[in-house]
């Protein structure tokens, strides 16, 4: 059973305290796009906000994604920012594979044999 197997596998990429960002998540489901244009089906879905690469927090409350905030030291112009990573979680994952009608066949091939 092909659904099974997709959920077994994404069961192995990530256990649950794992978490991906963007682009490792569009290679991991195999899909036909990287990280911009995945991104961007986010936004015209619905799922992140129109103008910025960010869940709306429904999508938060549902635990597929997470943010993470990192601080950028700037040091030449002696100036900090924070800027905000998106991270998949497993449930994510498996979220956005249903989505785009995911099935990473050579991965889970390769799992099965």
Request: hydrophobic content about 30%; overall charge positive; glycine content about 6%.
């Given at each position: 059973n092909i659904q099974s197997a997709k959920i077994e596998f994404i069961d192995r990429v990530l256990d649950t305290e794992q978490k991906i960002d963007i682009g490792q998540c569009a290679k991991i489901l195999?899909?036909?796009?990287?990280?911009?244009?995945?991104?961007?089906?986010?936004?015209?879905?619905?799922?992140?906000?129109?103008?910025?690469?960010?869940?709306?927090?429904?999508?938060?409350?549902?635990?597929?994604?997470?943010?993470?905030?990192?601080?950028?030291?700037?040091?030449?112009?002696?100036?900090?920012?924070?800027?905000l990573k998106v991270l998949v979680t497993q449930r994510g994952l498996g979220f956005l594979s249903t989505l785009f009608k995911s099935e990473p066949k050579s991965k889970i091939n390769a799992q099965l044999n």
């Open positions: 195999e899909l036909p796009f990287g990280r911009n244009i995945l991104f961007r089906e986010l936004r015209e879905r619905g799922i992140f906000f129109k103008s910025k690469n960010e869940p709306k927090q429904f999508y938060i409350e549902k635990g597929y994604f997470q943010l993470k905030e990192k601080w950028i030291e700037n040091h030449s112009k002696q100036e900090s920012f924070m800027t």
